[in-house]
């Protein structure tokens, strides 16, 4: 299967594809506490939720990890339920009751181990047809991860699972059920940013396929579905 890269978009960061499908909207976060480094990046200025509920009409976050909950929460930022994609089966009841117009599911993907089972209940979120799913994940082509691998080595998150091409993003959402409708090539917001991480910015504006995040919406497929 053949992916030719100029159908996708380039943005300069993921908060600026975010602004555009989220601005206005009622939000559900999936993934919001973002631990084990929820506490600095808030202290940063850089939690993505907290970027979220200052753009979204509505917001509501649901995260695995409860203590990251309770410590998010007595900082002052709540609405956020603790709830497994994978192994929860009592829904909080806000969250039936919500109906996001939008679901975000930022950098979270590479940390599943079981992808199915996670589109079943990520699929459910999509109550209606002009319902969104924005997801973003490392971007395994990226510029960084090729420079290490000619130095012959590599790093990664401690708890990544699994890794995605553009081509291979596109490839696992249509056999779950979904159909692609915009892909980008973009970066993460940092507070700081190092000199080699700037250049790596200004040649992705020339090649965006080197860019360090994929980010890609879609939405439910009722024909797709019906083989998941």
């Not at 130095?151 to 081509?167: A, L, N, W, Y």
Request: with cysteine; hydrophobic share 40%.
């Amino acid at each position: 299967m053949l992916y030719r890269y100029h159908r996708s978009q380039f943005r300069k960061s993921r908060r600026d594809v975010i602004r555009e499908l989220c601005k206005g909207k009622r939000v559900l976060h999936v993934g919001a506490c973002d631990s084990p480094y929820h506490l600095d990046k808030l202290k940063g200025g850089m939690l993505l939720h907290v970027f979220l509920a200052e753009i979204a009409d509505q917001i509501m976050g649901i995260d695995i990890d409860r203590d990251a909950i309770a410590e998010l929460a007595e900082r002052g930022v709540d609405g956020i339920e603790a709830f497994d994609l994978n192994s929860d089966a009592h829904c909080p009841e806000r969250l039936r009751d919500f109906n996001p117009e939008v679901v975000v599911f930022g950098e979270t993907i590479e940390h599943v181990l079981n992808l199915t089972e996670t589109f079943t209940t990520l699929r459910g979120f999509l109550t209606t047809p002009d319902c969104r799913l924005l997801l973003t994940t490392p971007n395994l082509l990226g510029a960084w991860p090729f420079v290490n691998a000619l130095r012959s080595f590599e790093t990664q998150h401690s708890d990544h699972k699994v890794g995605f091409t553009m081509g291979l993003l596109h490839q696992c959402i249509e056999a779950n059920g979904l159909s692609v409708d915009a892909s980008y090539f973009t970066f993460l917001e940092r507070a700081k940013s190092p000199w080699p991480y700037r250049f790596w910015r200004m040649a992705a504006w020339l090649f965006p396929a080197v860019s360090e995040t994929l980010a890609v919406t879609c939405h439910r497929n009722p024909d797709l579905a019906k083989g998941v």
